[in-house]
């Protein structure tokens, strides 16, 4: 007898659905430049408007749904202090840098790597996976994937950094970042496509 095997990737990267991300972002816009205190009471009655509250009630529950283990509204709360609101301080930076003509490098990572990448989470996923009755569960974290990538690419890893003879440290450190980056992103799209794929 053939038994349908579901697969089931644990979750680490909680994701805000379009709508929440997009009303978390417009009062980071609204109160970007708030004191801390006046920040935090803006919050409070935001999250308690009657049009708005329905909203991020009904946001926790889908959260909650894929395992999300804590305080979801607080999670919001530090997206929209310490990420949203920089994010916008940023780009007006960035915005008044171009201005004034100052010309940022940018660090590209070649297709090869973003191929070898995309096997090695591949391969992560297969080789961290827990069978539980009728659910196939990889446990691995981005984190401790990249971790992994790392110690197991040393050279391709110090062949992307040297790529650029006249890198600082400072470009040293975008560079690791920015793989950093796509390792994680790469990481969350892959094990989003394995899910589906297994659900239709």
């Known amino acids: ?52 509250n329905p909203i991020l009630k009904k946001e926790e529950e889908r959260i909650q749904e894929l395992g999300f283990q804590g305080d979801i509204l607080n999670k919001m709360f530090v997206s929209v202090r310490y990420y949203y609101r920089k994010k916008q301080t940023k780009t007006l930076t960035d915005e008044s840098n171009e201005n004034e003509g100052t010309v940022r490098g940018y660090q590209s990572i070649s297709k090869n790597v973003f191929t070898i990448i995309d096997e090695h989470i591949k391969n992560q996923l297969k080789q961290h996976i827990q069978k539980n009755e009728n659910v196939i569960k990889s446990t691995i974290s981005p984190a401790k994937g990249f971790e992994n990538f790392c110690s197991e690419n040393k050279t391709l890893f110090l062949n992307q950094l040297g790529q650029n003879t006249s890198a600082t440290n400072k470009n040293m450190n975008e560079i690791v970042a920015k793989l950093k980056k796509s390792y994680k992103n790469r990481f969350y799209n892959i094990k989003t496509k394995i899910e589906t794929y297994a659900i239709e």
């Open 1 to 52: 007898m053939e038994t349908n095997l579901s697969i089931k990737l644990q979750t680490h990267r909680f994701v805000f659905s379009q709508h929440v991300t997009e009303l978390l972002v417009d009062f980071a816009k609204i109160h970007q430049f708030d004191e801390r205190k006046d920040f935090k009471e803006a919050w409070e009655n935001w999250i308690n408007d009657e049009d708005v």
